[in-house]
C-alpha cells in the first residue's frame, strides 16, 4: 500500500527539523556497521553524479556493484520497469539518451547534503536542491534504505518543497514592533 503523499511530507518534515540534532549526538557512536552502510550510501551517490555527467553509460555497472539483485524500489514510477535491479536498470536504460555535450555534461544544480545517518541497515539522506527556476524555493529530498549483506536492499524516497509562509491576517500582530 502507498503512503499518502501527506504522510511522507510530515515524516520528511520532522526528519529534516531533527537532522542536526539527531546528527551531532549520534554521529560518535556509530557502529563499524552503520558506518559502513552511510558510506555505501555516500558512494552510490557519487557513482550516480560521476556517472550522470559523462553521459549515464555505466548505469548497469554502478547498480550491479550498488544493489542487490532482489532489491526493491518503492518509488512508484519505478514499477513500470520491473522489479529488482534489472527493473532499476530498465529505468536509466529506457530514458531517452542525451549524448553529454563536448566536455562532458553540465552538472546538475549543485545538492545539498543535509543529512547522513544509520541506525542498523537502514540509512538517511535528506539534501536539498535549487528549484528550477531562480524564484523557485528549494525542493528538499528524503531518501531511506535498506541495507543487506553490503548491498543496498531496498529504497523509499520523498520529496517537498517548503510550505510558504503565509502573511499574518489584518489586525494580528507577528510580534514585531
Not at 68 to 74: A, F, N, S, T
Not at 164 to 176: D, L
Request: no cysteine; charged share 20%; hydrophobic share 40%.
Amino acid at each position: 500500500m502507498r503512503a499518502p503523499k501527506y504522510f511522507l511530507v510530515a515524516m520528511l518534515a520532522v526528519l529534516v527539523g531533527t537532522a542536526a540534532l539527531v546528527t551531532s549526538t549520534h554521529a560518535g557512536t556509530y557502529t563499524t556497521k552503520e558506518k559502513a552502510n552511510i558510506k555505501l550510501v555516500g558512494d552510490f551517490y557519487a557513482a550516480l553524479e560521476q556517472d550522470y555527467l559523462h553521459g549515464s553509460q555505466n548505469v548497469r555497472h554502478i547498480a550491479e556493484r550498488y544493489l542487490k539483485p532482489d532489491y526493491i524500489q518503492h518509488m512508484e514510477a519505478a514499477q513500470a520497469f520491473g522489479p529488482g535491479r534489472e527493473g532499476y536498470i530498465r529505468m536509466f536504460e529506457q530514458k531517452p539518451a542525451v549524448p553529454p555535450p563536448a566536455g562532458g555534461r553540465v552538472a546538475p544544480p549543485p545538492m545539498k547534503v543535509l543529512a547522513l545517518m544509520a541506525q542498523g541497515d537502514l540509512v538517511v539522506r535528506i539534501n536539498s536542491r535549487p528549484g528550477g527556476a531562480p524564484d523557485q524555493r528549494p525542493i528538499y529530498i528524503f531518501n531511506l534504505f535498506r541495507v543487506q549483506d553490503g548491498k543496498l536492499a531496498e529504497h523509499w524516497d520523498g520529496y517537498s518543497r517548503p510550505i510558504e509562509q503565509a502573511a499574518p491576517a489584518a489586525g494580528v500582530s507577528s510580534g514585531g514592533k
